[in-house]
């Protein structure tokens, strides 16, 4: 398995992972969970749900 490390303001990353939970919607039995995925590319950090694709640099 591939590790990488990157820096973000705390700030920052709350805010999307904010704008990500407001896209995910209210919770119920049925979806309490959700995979996300993480990729770094040239110190563009993208994360993808369901439904959204936020990019960071």
Do not use: C, H
Request: proline share 2%; charged share 25%.
């Amino acid at each position: 398995m591939n590790q990488a490390s990157f820096k973000i303001r705390k700030s920052k990353l709350l805010n999307e992972l904010t704008k990500i939970t407001k896209a995910l919607g209210p919770v119920s039995k049925w979806n309490r969970y959700t995979t996300i995925e993480l990729t770094i590319t040239d110190g563009l950090l993208t994360l993808v749900i369901t439904g959204i694709r936020l990019e960071v640099k």
